[in-house]
């Protein structure tokens, strides 16, 4: 999906809401653990319940992996399932050197047909570019999380800035706004106002609104651009909210929620 498109469709559906489907077999209903996949009836049904209301779905990959060949055949039929024309995350945070990066986007991006996938740019410049070699596909680097750890170093100083701001400025001369994101965590609304000024023109993937805390007021007042820019994920909040033979309704309830105050800001 292209930049036009994905903007297009954030207007359309007045939302800017990307859905996080990591689930856990631990944690869906039980009636669905007789199904011969569970993950994916459950996975389908939450889909079936909110397409109308999101604009992208992000899979984290390690609730897949830890399954073996059953979790990545659940994974693979979640992603062929989602209509193509809702933008797709692999949420999978890999970078390696180049020869590996090159085959990390090749499984994510031909193999199973994914939009986007994250990636780590600790290792550098050869460790990214090979994402941004797809047409139509994008990158999107770990800028600042949303997690504790983030003050290990992400926010030390090197030098007169940041390191995650010396991460953002350099890594957005590898690509473009239409093809390169920045994973920026809501709890660090702070900062995004400042991020916004370094790279005016990316899209933002947002996690940590909703079960982390985060504030979609806040994130969408200091992060949004001309375009919105902006993809702010809700996973727990939207596919636990409920856990019985309902669970769906309760997850578009949540769902509907987050739009609709989207809407609102839009």
Known sequence: MNRQE???????????????????IHKIPKHLLSHPDPIFAFNKAIIDATKDLCVAY????AFYECQGIRGWESLQRTVEYIPKDIF?????????IGNTSTYYAKTFFETYGF???????YMGRDSVEPFLGFSEKWAIVLGLTSNAGAQDFQLQ?????????KVLKTT????TPENMMFVVGATQADSVAAIRQLVPDHFFLVPGVGAQGGSLQAI??????????LLVNASRAVIYAG????FAEDARNAALQYQQEMAGYL
């Open 6 to 24: 994905l903007v297009h469709l954030i207007r359309e559906r007045k939302s800017y809401l990307c859905i996080g489907l990591d689930t856990d």
């Open 58 to 61: 992000k899979i984290n990959t």
């Open 88 to 96: 797709t995350i692999a949420d999978a945070k890999r970078g390696d």
């Open 115 to 121: 939009d986007s996938v994250t990636v780590a740019p």
């Open 157 to 165: 100083k090197t030098g007169d800035e940041y390191l995650y701001e």
């Open 172 to 175: 957005a001369a590898w690509g």
């Open 220 to 229: 969408t007042e200091k992060g949004m651009n001309k375009d919105v820019g």
């Open 243 to 246: 856990n019985d033979e309902n």
